[in-house]
């Protein structure tokens, strides 16, 4: 899916591509250079097989804000499938407040 991705595309990744692709979206998890340890986020009950198949989408205008995208192997979900992190970084802005006390409702 992207420079970074593990594995082989199937039916169902080409679809999201598609989706990501019409929406204007980015896949985080396959913007970053991770070991494959960090990156894969579905182990089989018998270890043999792994694979990506869970993703973090973001908006393109978004996407400088996107840090990393990893795989946390300690957290216990119950599942058997690993939990992906995403860190951010945003930039808001800093409203003026001498315009909010100039607006006074009178009766």
Same mark, same amino acid.
């Given at each position: 899916m992207g420079i970074h991705g593990c594995g082989s595309i199937n039916n169902n990744g080409e679809r999201l591509v598609e989706l990501c692709a019409?929406?204007?979206?980015? /896949?985080?998890?396959?913007?970053?250079?991770?070991?494959? /340890?960090? +990156?894969?986020t579905w182990y089989s009950h018998n270890g043999r097989d792994n694979n990506q198949i869970d993703h973090i989408a973001i908006n393109n205008i978004w996407r400088r804000s996107l840090l990393d995208v990893r795989v946390k192997r300690g957290a216990d979900v119950?599942?058997?499938?690993?939990l992906e992190i995403a860190r951010i970084r945003l930039k808001l802005?800093?409203?003026?407040?001498?315009?909010?006390? +100039?607006k006074k409702i009178r009766c």
């Open positions: 019409s929406n204007d979206l980015v /896949i985080g998890g396959t913007l970053f250079e991770h070991p494959a /340890i960090h +990156k894969l119950g599942s058997d499938h690993l802005r800093r409203t003026d407040r001498r315009d909010m006390h +100039k």
